[in-house]
C-alpha cells in the first residue's frame, strides 16, 4: 500500500511563512501529479497547487505570488513554500498524488490523499 505524511503545520502570524511537506512511500513506481488542497471550516476543499512530474506547476489565482510548490522525486515528497500569510489562508492542508504502484498482479493507478495538516494565521 501507499501512505502519505504530511508535516509542517503550524500557528503563524499574518505575513510569517511556512514550509509544508508531503511524504508519499510504499510501493511506489511512479509519481505523476502531486498537489496541494485546502479546506477552511465552513467552507469547500480548494485546490492551493499542483505540479506534474516534469515540473510544470498550477497555483489559484488567490495563492500566486505568496505560494511555491516543489517536489523532490528521489524523496518522493510534495513541498508547499508559504510566504506572506494571510488570516484567510488559514485551513487544513492536504496533500493527493496521483501515482502507480506495484501490486502482486502488475502495477496500478491510483490517486491517494493525505491526512491534512493544519495552517493557523492569526495575530
Known amino acids: 500500500q501507499v501512505q502519505l505524511v504530511e508535516s509542517g503545520g503550524a500557528l503563524v502570524q499574518p505575513g510569517g511563512s511556512l514550509r509544508l511537506a508531503c511524504v508519499a512511500s510504499g510501493n511506489i513506481v511512479s509519481i505523476y501529479t502531486m498537489g496541494w488542497y485546502r479546506q477552511a471550516p465552513g467552507k469547500q476543499r480548494e485546490l492551493v497547487a499542483t505540479i506534474i512530474s516534469g515540473g510544470n506547476t498550477n497555483y489559484a489565482d488567490s495563492v500566486k505570488g505568496r505560494f511555491t510548490i516543489s517536489r523532490d522525486n528521489a524523496k518522493n515528497t510534495v513541498y508547499l513554500q508559504m510566504s506572506s500569510l494571510k488570516p484567510e489562508d488559514t485551513a487544513v492542508y492536504t496533500c493527493?498524488?496521483?501515482?502507480?504502484?506495484?501490486?502482486?498482479?502488475?502495477?496500478?493507478?491510483?490517486?491517494?490523499w493525505g491526512q491534512g495538516t493544519q495552517v493557523t494565521v492569526s495575530s
Open positions: 493527493k498524488t496521483d501515482l502507480s504502484r506495484s501490486t502482486p498482479i502488475g502495477t496500478m493507478r491510483e490517486i491517494y
